[in-house]
C-alpha cells in the first residue's frame, strides 16, 4: 500500500516506521531539522519494545514532493489543520482514504469539509511518544488505534486499512461510533494537558495532589455538558476511569506540557476552546475551561514572541 504520512512527528513517525518495516511504500511528510535529519541519516524510533530506523522510506517537505497513495495518515497539531488539509491535492487519487489520528473532536470534519466525507476516517491514538532529538522519535508506552467513519458505515475500505495496521504490528479496532470515542479521549485531554502546562505537573503529580484531581474532574464534568450538546452521552463513570488511568501512567508529561517544555505552540483551542464554545452557544457555563483557554492562550502568546525573536 501507498502511505503518506502527513506531520511526522512523535504520532506520525512512530506508527509510519512501523508500516515501512512491514513493506508499505512509505513517504513521511515533515519540515525543519527533523525532516533534515531524516533526509541525512533516515528515522529512528527508541522504543522498550525494540528499535527502529527507517531509511529507505521517502522523506519529503510537502505533498508537493510526492505522489498519490492509498492511505494518508493526517497526524499534525490541529492547528495546522486547515492550512496542512489545503495541500493534500498531490496526495489526492480517485480511492485515496485519510485518517485523521489527531487531538481534538473536529479536525475530521474540517477534512471533510475539502476532500469529501467519503474518503475521511476519525482516528483516536493512545500512545506515549515524543520527539527526543530531529529524526528521533522515543516511544514509552500505548501504540493502539480506533478508528472509523463519520457516518458509522463500515465497508471494504475500512476493513482494509484495519488489516493493514493490524499486519503492521500496530494493534487497532473499528468503531462505528467514533465521535464518542474522541470525546472520550478529550475527557482525558482537556483536564490533564491543561493541568499539566499551567501547574509544571507530570500525570502522577496532579493525581497524588487532591485539588489537582478534583479540578480535573470538574473539567471533566464541562468535557461531559459539551459532548452532551453534541448528541453524545458520556456517563459518569468515565471520570473515575479517567483518574484510575491516569494513576497508571506514573510520571508522564501529556502532549501539550511536551510542546510547552519545547517552546512550540499549544493546542489549547482543541482541547479547551471547543468545549468553552460549544457550552457557551448552548447558553450552559464554562467556568473551568474557560479559564484555561485564557491561560494558555496567553502562554501560547508567550511562546509564539519568544520564537519570533
Known amino acids: 500500500m501507498r502511505i503518506a504520512i502527513m506531520g511526522s ?6 506508527f509510519g516506521a512501523k ?8 513517504v513521511f511528510i515533515a519540515r525543519g531539522a527533523h525532516l533534515e535529519a531524516m533526509r541525512r541519516v533516515g528515522l529512528r524510533i527508541l522504543s522498550p519494545n525494540g528499535n527502529r530506523h527507517i531509511q529507505t522510506a521517502v522523506f519529503a517537505g510537502s505533498p508537493a514532493e510526492a505522489h ?43 477534512l471533510a469539509g475539502l476532500w469529501g466525507a467519503e474518503r475521511i476516517l476519525a482516528g483516536v491514538a493512545y500512545i ?5 532529538a530531529p529524526g528521533v522519535i522515543r516511544h514509552s ?26 499486519a503492521a504490528d500496530i494493534t487497532c479496532a473499528v468503531s462505528d461510533k467514533i465521535q464518542k470515542v474522541q470525546w472520550a479521549k ?9 493541568i499539566s502546562s499551567l501547574a509544571r505537573a507530570h500525570t502522577q503529580q496532579i493525581v497524588e495532589s487532591e485539588a489537582l484531581t478534583q479540578l480535573a474532574v470538574d473539567c471533566m464534568a464541562e468535557v461531559q455538558a459539551a459532548a452532551r450538546v453534541q448528541g453524545i452521552e458520556l456517563p459518569s463513570e468515565l471520570f473515575d476511569e479517567t483518574i484510575a488511568f491516569s494513576r497508571g501512567l506514573g510520571p508522564f508529561k501529556p502532549s501539550m506540557l511536551q510542546d510547552l517544555e519545547a517552546g512550540k505552540a499549544l ?24 479559564a484555561f483557554y485564557a491561560l494558555l492562550r496567553q502562554l501560547n502568546e508567550n511562546i509564539c514572541k519568544e520564537a519570533a525573536r
Do not use: M
Not at 9 to 14: F, I, L
Not at 186 to 194: E, H, M, Q, R, Y
Not at 274 to 279: D, F, N, P, R, S
Open 267 to 290: 493546542e489549547y483551542e482543541a482541547f479547551n476552546g471547543i468545549v468553552a464554545q460549544l457550552l457557551e452557544q448552548a447558553g450552559q457555563p464554562a467556568p473551568i475551561n474557560r
Open 128 to 132: 506515549g511518544a515524543q520527539l527526543d
Open 186 to 194: 478529550l475527557l482525558w485531554n482537556a483536564p490533564f494537558c491543561a
Open 19 to 26: 508500516l515501512a518495516e512491514a513493506g508499505h511504500e512509505v
Open 68 to 110: 498519490a497513495v492509498d492511505l494518508v495518515l493526517f497526524c499534525v497539531k490541529s492547528y495546522d489543520t486547515q492550512t496542512a488539509a489545503a495541500a493534500l491535492g498531490p496526495l489526492i487519487g480517485t480511492d485515496t482514504v485519510i485518517l485523521s489520528l489527531q487531538n481534538g473532536v473536529d479536525n475530521p470534519a474540517k
Open 141 to 166: 508506552t500505548g501504540g493502539k488505534i480506533i478508528f472509523g467513519p463519520l457516518d458509522g458505515v463500515i465497508n471494504a475500505a475500512v476493513d482494509l486499512i484495519a488489516r493493514t495496521l493490524s
Open 9 to 14: 512527528g512523535a504520532v506520525g513517525g512512530y
